[in-house]
């Protein structure tokens, strides 16, 4: 795969994993989920949601609703992280 260098998509999606859990280490966060992994221009763009905490719904039926958010973090071809960003909602 061109532009990836030396990582694979799993072990990209790994390093990324483990900057993402130690930064948000005493978070508590819920649901992680990997959402996606991308190699663009030498780098690996690999975005992560989790469970963010709830609000009350605005529906009929009441509740309360999930409210996820996501992060990317940008690896360099060693897999070392560049950045995080929020990417959206």
């Known amino acids: ?12 999606a ?3 994993l483990k900057f993402f859990s130690d930064i948000y280490a005493d978070a508590q966060l819920r649901n992680v989920l990997l959402e996606e992994v991308v190699p663009r221009d ?3 763009f690999v975005t992560f949601g ?3 905490g709830r609000q009350p ?10 409210v996820r958010a996501y992060k990317t973090i ?13 990417a959206g909602s």
Do not use: I
């Open 57 to 66: 719904s605005l529906s009929l039926a009441g509740g309360d609703t999930v």
């Open 42 to 44: 030498d780098r690996w």
């Open 74 to 86: 940008v690896l360099n071809r060693q897999g070392e992280p560049l950045l995080m960003q929020d």
């Open 1 to 12: 795969m061109e532009g990836s260098g030396d990582l694979t998509l799993e072990s990209a």
């Open 50 to 52: 989790f469970d963010r």
């Open 14 to 16: 790994q390093a990324a």
